[in-house]
């Protein structure tokens, strides 16, 4: 079964600090990993995805996720945040192994909510 | 990427109506899903609505309730029938992009808040 947890509900951090929302993961084959925003009253949108390859993977807007396949991790990064950046932040997966053929459902996290303050 | 857009994009609805969200996509996409998110809540699936096929739901969420149309690729409709409080939630549409199911990604509408007197 694949399960995503986002072990925090929100993180605080200043302005011009580097900032981490945590994830990871748990799937039968291997994962396929996205990060997704979504502002206020606004959808979700795509910040960047895991494939293969770079375990280090770059996105939208400065933020960068690194890949830990014995840590089962996939934790959103950014250098220095800005305020404009506090938001709901949803990681997702979806196995790669497929069963019963068709399109293994996308899974998300809870959530984490970004606090930056000025 | 898509260009997704949702109508209404919001809503204050009567207990017992119900409401129809349509869902319009800047290409041709075969999988198109729904998602409900409840207050402070994170995403559910409700179905799968691939053209040329029955939507498939998930576990909880049932055709008489949430019926889907799926008249083209590009277009769905998803149906909130009779509803109570409970299902006040923002709804959203999602389409796969991408050439393959190991290479695609989602991308999201920006929802309809239904809210349910």
């Known amino acids: 079964a694949q399960s995503v947890a986002q072990p925090e509900d929100q993180v605080n951090v200043a302005e011009g600090n580097p900032l981490t929302v945590k994830c990871t993961y748990s799937?039968?084959?291997?994962?396929?990993l996205f990060w997704y925003v979504q502002y206020p009253n606004r959808g979700l949108q795509f910040l960047l995805k895991?494939?293969?390859?770079?375990?280090l993977v770059k996105g939208s807007y400065g933020f960068e996720a690194e890949f830990n396949k014995s840590q089962t991790s996939f934790h959103l990064k950014k250098p220095s945040a800005l305020v404009s950046d506090s938001a709901l932040y949803f990681c997702?997966?979806?196995?790669?192994?497929?069963?019963?053929?068709?399109?293994?459902?996308?899974?998300f996290g809870a959530g984490t909510r970004l606090a930056v303050h000025p | 990427s898509a260009v997704i857009s949702q109508k209404p994009s919001r809503d204050i609805c009567q207990r017992g109506t119900s409401l129809t969200i349509q869902c319009q996509v800047d290409?041709?996409?075969?999988?198109m899903f729904w998602y409900r998110q409840q207050p402070g809540q994170s995403l559910t699936l409700i179905a799968t609505?691939?053209?040329?096929?029955?939507?498939?739901?998930e576990s909880g969420f049932v055709i008489d309730k949430f019926p889907i149309s799926r008249p083209n690729l590009t277009f769905s409709t998803l149906t909130v029938s009779n509803m109570s409080p409970e299902d006040s939630s923002i709804y959203l549409c999602?389409?796969?992009?991408?050439?393959?199911?190991?290479?695609?990604?989602?991308?999201f509408g920006p929802g309809t808040r239904l809210t349910v007197l």
């Open positions: 999602s389409v796969v992009v991408g050439s393959g199911v190991f290479t695609d990604t989602q991308y």
């Open positions: 799937v039968s084959g291997n994962p396929y």
């Open positions: 895991y494939i293969t390859g770079d375990n």
């Open positions: 997702a997966v979806r196995d790669r192994l497929l069963f019963s053929g068709g399109y293994n459902k996308l899974i």
């Open positions: 290409s041709q996409v075969t999988m």
């Open positions: 609505a691939n053209q040329g096929s029955e939507a498939t739901y």
